[in-house]
């Protein structure tokens, strides 16, 4: 209304363009000295945190970044996925690599296994930039690499096959309550890791409990070797 009735003089439709330039010259120069005046974010050992990151803690008008990461106790750099917590351990912004590990796994313990089938996590989650441009994250597979399957068995197998992997190694030193193995945890049988087998491979009587990629060919390791692997957690790609 103010516009559209000074715009009726030539000298007031000018001072009118000249008054929204003004102001919208000082908006931007506002915004970009409150965002040089944000200090970086940092939690623990990451300590300059940047696009497409930024703390869950910043100030609204700080971070460009479009992914939040919490910060627990302000030391452990935290990241959800389908609602499932996660550790980051590392990120590269050269590469657009990000590496987690699941809390739930601990390297001394071969009886902590991850909770939640990690493909279903990764394949499901996508988010989207300010441009409107789909952006997702993909689990960045080495040359090689390998999907597991724990399954847990009412009879040992007798004639193990190469993708048959033996947790029998495995002993409980911790003092809780295991029943019997890995992915036998709360019930009766015997445990086993399946190496890239299909669903019709699972033996009779066998239960799959668990599906993990890893991006390493694990054939010929031992269950302690695929176990550190799971420790060392995985990374995925923006």
Known sequence: MFISRI???????????LLLEILSTHHRCSARKSS??????SCGNFLNISSPFRLNTDPGSCGDGIVELG?????????????????VKAINYSDSTFRLVD???QKDDCFSLPHHYLTEAVSSFAYFNDNNNNYYYDYKYGGESSVLAFICCENEIQNQTDYI???????NGSGTAHNSSPSCV????????????????VPDLCRVNLMYPVPKNVTNMSYKDVHDILADGFELQW
Do not use: I
């Open 103 to 105: 809390p739930v796994v």
């Open 36 to 41: 040089n005046d944000c200090a970086p974010s």
């Open 186 to 201: 709360d019930m009766e049988g015997h445990s086993y890791v399946m190496v890239d087998g299909d669903n019709k491979d």
């Open 165 to 171: 992997m033996d947790t029998s190694s495995c002993k």
């Open 7 to 17: 715009s009726r003089h030539p000298f007031g439709a000018y001072a009118a363009l």
């Open 71 to 87: 910060c627990e106790d302000n030391v452990r750099l935290t990241f959800h996925l389908n609602m499932v917590k996660y550790y």
